[in-house]
């Protein structure tokens, strides 16, 4: 079965950064995982339309009205299922089954068939659209996450016929601080912490995990033993309610504090094989 070529990078380097590292020190213990959390980018339009209509009546039946982080909570999914989860610059993981074999021409080159030119990682356009090979334009306008693999399917049906196509958009985030190669980058919802860290490079001598933080909009939303608890049950990202653009910040040490970090890179470790598989498996 053919995969994108730049998926099969991504894997890879995790797995790299996996063995690569072994001196650098993630400082973590174990916990209670964290709490369902009420943004969680898997819900369906189902799930998203009952908590709204729940908080609807909380508010018509409490005369003080929602709390500020409720009413909050009620905005954001107004605007999702308004608007649809997908935005300019959002990074989408498409496969297309493909039941033949590759063509090649009298002159060498391998002739893709439409399922592997549609097979690759493509980027939401300005006006909320996704541009595919083959099939053209596709307004992502309106659309869940839930709902990207019926849609693209029906779109794609009508080049090929009956597609076995899987889709896995990815989230958009920031690592910064004490990592080798930190910056923005595009992980599937699947993805475990410790893993977003390697493909970052994973972290500095100087890094301090125990502190690790994940911040939204200037504040700060997991932190602590709440943080290190869901790391250590192995939450996703999808876990623990990450959206396009939160922040990972790893923050540097003080001096002597790398004792504790080298105990706990064991465990980090021992995890990652298991993200790698789970990686692999995707579009089995």
């Known amino acids: 079965m053919y995969r994108p070529i730049r998926f099969i990078c991504t894997v890879l380097a995790i797995g790299l950064c996996a063995v690569a590292v072994p001196r650098r020190g993630p400082a973590q213990s174990a916990g209670a995982p964290g709490a369902s959390h009420p943004h969680r980018l898997q819900q369906t339009r189902t799930e998203l339309e009952g908590r709204l209509r729940q908080l609807e009546e909380m508010a018509s039946l409490n005369r003080g009205g929602l709390s500020d982080s409720e009413r909050a909570e009620a905005a954001y999914i107004r605007s999702r299922l308004d608007e649809g989860d997908f935005h300019a610059g959002d990074r989408i993981l498409i496969a297309v089954e493909d039941p033949t074999p590759p063509a090649v021409t009298s002159s060498g080159p391998v002739v893709k068939s439409s399922e592997q030119q549609l097979s690759d990682t493509f980027t ?25 693999e019926s849609r693209l399917t029906g779109e794609i049906a009508r080049y090929i016929r009956d597609p076995v196509v899987h889709v896995h958009p990815l989230v958009g985030l920031a690592v910064t601080g004490e990592l080798t190669r930190p910056g923005y980058y595009s992980v599937p919802t699947n993805a475990v912490i410790p893993a977003v860290l ?9 890094a301090k995990l125990q502190d690790l933080k994940i911040r939204r909009s200037g504040k700060t939303i997991w932190e602590g033993d709440e943080l290190r608890g869901a790391i250590a049950a192995g939450n996703t990202v999808d876990d623990l309610g990450l959206r396009p653009g939160d922040v990972l910040v790893v923050p540097r040490a003080n001096p002597g504090g790398g004792i504790h970090q080298s105990a706990y890179l064991v465990s980090v470790l021992l995890g990652i094989p298991v993200t790698i598989y789970t990686l692999t498996r995707i579009f089995k």
Do not use: F, I
């Open 124 to 148: 939401v356009g300005s006006s909320q659209e996704l541009t595919l090979p083959v099939v053209g334009v596709v307004p992502l306008q309106g659309v869940l996450r839930t709902e990207l």
């Open 198 to 206: 390697m493909a970052a490079g994973g972290t500095t001598h100087e």
